[in-house]
Every structure is written in C-alpha cells, then in structure tokens.
Nanobody, 121 residues
Framework: VQLQASGGGSVQPGGSLRLSCAASGGYVVAWFRQSPGKEREFVSL????????WHAYSVKGRFAISRDNAKNTVYLQMNTLKPEDTAIYYC???????????????????WGQGTLVTVSS
C-alpha cells in the first residue's frame, strides 16, 4: 500500500491543523512524529473499521484520529497545538498491529513520506 501524508504547515500556539493520509482500506493506520535529535514517537492509531482509536498521553484530548474508508483517507485533527508538537508527522500502516506493540515503529509495514508541522509564535 502507498501512503501519502499531507496537511502540514506552520501555525501559532493554540492553533489547529488537520493532517490527511491517503491509505487503502483494510489497514490499521497510525501517526508517528519525529523531531530533530529525537526518536520517532507514536501519536495515534485507528483500527481498520474506524471504531477504535488510541492516542499518546501527550496528545490525548487535543488530537483526534478518524478515517473515511470510502475516501481511503485517515485524518489527524490537531487542536490546541503547542511548540513541542513541532515535528515531521508520518503515517504508517499494517494489516495487523498488536495493541501492546503499537508504539513500536518496527511493527508497521508501510510508511508515508512525512509532512512537517511547525508550531511557533
């Protein structure tokens, strides 16, 4: 499956952005992010049907992941953005993901190219 992430940009603290990931149906999809000098960090995950989601503690209550399987697209709505949210955001996919391993980038078979999100005043 080919993944295409889009929607990144520059925003002021407290602002919002919505990222999109073009992904075929039938895959579990997650968002990760990576800042300079840091390891890739799990952000959110949605199951194939879109009825179960998981979020990292650092974004819980601010970010929401959703999907429209008719459009083969997964979204990451990011609200109340903080400077520490600045990173390249990647979408990743796999047919099956053990939830206890969802934070591990190695369990995902496919990756998009990343989209840069900058939060700064």
């Amino acid at each position: 499956v080919q993944l295409q992430a889009s929607g990144g940009g520059s925003v002021q603290p407290g602002g919002s952005l919505r990222l999109s990931c073009a992904a075929s149906g039938g895959y579990v999809v997650a968002w990760f992010r990576q800042s300079p000098g840091k390891e890739r960090e799990f952000v959110s995950l949605i199951n194939r049907d879109g009825d179960s989601t998981w979020h990292a503690y650092s974004v819980k209550g601010r970010f929401a992941i959703s999907r429209d399987n008719a459009k083969n697209t997964v979204y990451l709505q990011m609200n109340t953005l903080k400077p520490e949210d600045t990173a390249i955001y990647y979408c990743a996919a796999s047919r099956v993901v053990q939830i206890e391993k969802k934070d591990n980038p190695a369990v995902y078979d496919f990756w998009g190219q990343g989209t840069l999100v900058t939060v700064s005043s």
